[in-house]
């Protein structure tokens, strides 16, 4: 069941290369309220950066289109990430997920999956060819001690 967001936050941007760092960053600064550890805010980072290159290189391979990255704050510390594409979709998500599964050629090494799987506690992978695809990561993050 989805739990219900304390705090919540939706971008919507085209699928160019230049916004991988902008999700990245918004991703960071809305996690900021979190307090999280400089540690947990690279994973933040990677995961998202991970998702949203694959919205860029594979969904949309020869078209700009528009990608979604909604971020919520939920309670017991977790931070939901979701990137969603309307773009291709993926054939068989659970070969695609598989470490060095990949269909880009030499240049990709088919590890995104697998950094967005280690980088966060959950990772949820939803897809129809032709109709596009939704990722979904939580990160649960450690409570802080608050000083005041
Ligand atoms: N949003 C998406 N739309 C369509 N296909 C996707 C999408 N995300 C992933 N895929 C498919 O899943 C495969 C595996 O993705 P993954 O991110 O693990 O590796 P990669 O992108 O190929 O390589 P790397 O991330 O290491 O550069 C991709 O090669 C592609 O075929
Ligand atoms: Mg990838």
């Known amino acids: 069941m989805k739990s219900k967001a304390m ?8 699928s160019r290369s230049s916004n991988e760092g902008f999700a990245r960053s918004a991703a960071a600064c809305f996690a900021a309220q979190m307090d999280p550890t400089l540690n947990e805010l690279e994973d933040i980072k990677t995961a998202v950066s991970e998702a949203v290159t694959n919205a860029i290189v ?17 309670p017991g510390n977790v931070l939901e990430l979701t990137v969603k594409d309307r773009g291709r979709g993926i054939a068989d998500v659970e070969k695609a997920r598989e470490p060095m599964f990949t269909t880009g050629g030499e240049e990709r090494s088919g590890m995104g999956f697998t ?18 695809t939704t990722v979904t990561m939580k990160k649960k993050l450690a409570p802080r001690l608050k000083t005041k």
């Open 58 to 74: 594979h969904a949309y391979p020869d078209a700009i289109g528009k990608v979604t990255l909604k971020l919520r704050l939920c």
């Open 115 to 132: 950094i967005m799987e280690s980088f966060t506690d959950q990772l949820t992978v939803r897809s129809v060819p032709g109709r596009g």
């Open 7 to 14: 705090n919540e936050v939706t971008l919507e941007f085209p």
